[in-house]
Structures are given as C-alpha cells and as structure tokens.
C-alpha cells in the first residue's frame, strides 16, 4: 500500500477545512484516499463506484464544511461516512438485497504477495492459506480483523466506524481471534498478523 506523505496531520488540516480551506481539504483527501479506495473495494468491488462514492463523500464534506463539527480521528470518521454512503447509493439503486443492508455485504480480504517483499514461496502459501481462513469467517469478523490490522484502527474507532459499542467491538475481535486460532497455528498467525 502506499504510504502517506509523512507530515500530514490530519486533525490540524480538518481544522483548517473547518474554518474554509479547501486545500485543506484537498489534502485530506489526497492522504486517506488510498485507505478509503481500499477499504471501498473490500465493501463492493465496483471500482468506479468507489471512486465516485469517495468524491462525494468529499464534496458533501465541502458543503458541509461551516457546519460540520469535530472528529477525534480523521481516518475512522471518513471511513465511518464512506461506507455509509456506499451502502446508501447501493440500496437507492436497488443494487443490494435486504440482507446486506442488515451487515451481511460481502467483505473479501487480500493480502499483495509483492515479490520484491515475499521471496519465499512458502511464504506465499503462508499468506494465500491466511487469505482462505480469514474470508471463512462472518462478514462482520472479516471487516473488523481489516480494520484493526490493515487500517490500523483502535478499538474505539472500530466500534465507532461498524456502528458498535467498544466492548462489542472487542468481543467480536475477541470471538474472531478463536475462530482463527482454530484454523491455523497461532506461532504463524500471530507472525503474519503482528509481523513478529
């Protein structure tokens, strides 16, 4: 994934689009798109769908830019109102069944097997096998396990961006985890996980 042009800071910038700046915005946007694109793919798989879902995500911010109020953590918010909004045009066209608008959308999770970073093919296999027992698990417990090792996310942040409480949040973690352990050594898991 790419990485973020190191000096952003996001709460300073939201700050600054707050009171009008629209550079600010524009690099918010320009940081976290990457993230948001990703975390769009792995919702619905439609990739100009997800762009035009992030640009209005972006231009209902602008809109909203006088009136809108503070955010603790800028990445989880938008991640948070993404996926909203996707879930939203999807269910005004029609395009999703009533079980997905009640959390049982699809949520795949892949892992890049750079070959410049894995040149082992048993590592490979290690990732691909990961890759299988990771999507064996209930949506909910895929797009959480994302959350907390691909985006990073706290577990309040989590709780806030799939609309449950905290101790929810870590009890599906929590009940994800034992569903892993089950499937794969933990030695492994944990190495591929924590890159320990």
């Known amino acids: 994934m790419k990485k973020r042009p190191a000096g952003i800071d996001e709460k300073h910038l939201w700050q600054e689009y707050r009171a009008g700046n ?59 109102v993404l996926k909203s909004h996707m879930l939203r045009e999807l269910s005004d066209k029609n395009q999703m069944l009533q079980a997905c608008i009640d959390d049982d959308y699809t949520f795949a999770v892949e892992f890049s097997a750079d070959s410049q970073m894995i040149e082992e093919e048993h590592e490979i296999y290690q990732f691909r096998t990961l890759e299988k027992v990771l999507n064996s698990l209930p949506q909910r417990q895929k797009e959480l396990i994302y959350l907390r090792f691909y985006q990073n996310l706290s577990f309040e942040q989590i709780a806030s961006v799939m609309n449950l409480g905290r101790q929810s949040a870590y009890n599906l973690f929590q009940k994800s985890l034992n569903s892993l352990r089950k499937n794969w050594p933990v030695v492994v898991l944990l190495s591929l996980l924590f890159g320990v």
Request: aromatic residues 14%; hydrophobic residues 45%; proline residues 2%.
């Open 22 to 80: 629209i550079l600010a915005l524009g690099n918010i946007m320009q940081s976290l798109y990457p993230d948001l694109f990703h975390w769009g793919m792995r919702l619905y798989g439609e990739r100009e769908f997800v762009k035009d879902c992030i640009q209005e995500v972006f231009l209902n911010l602008w809109k909203l830019h006088g009136t809108i109020g503070e955010v603790e953590n800028v990445k989880g918010y938008l991640l948070m």
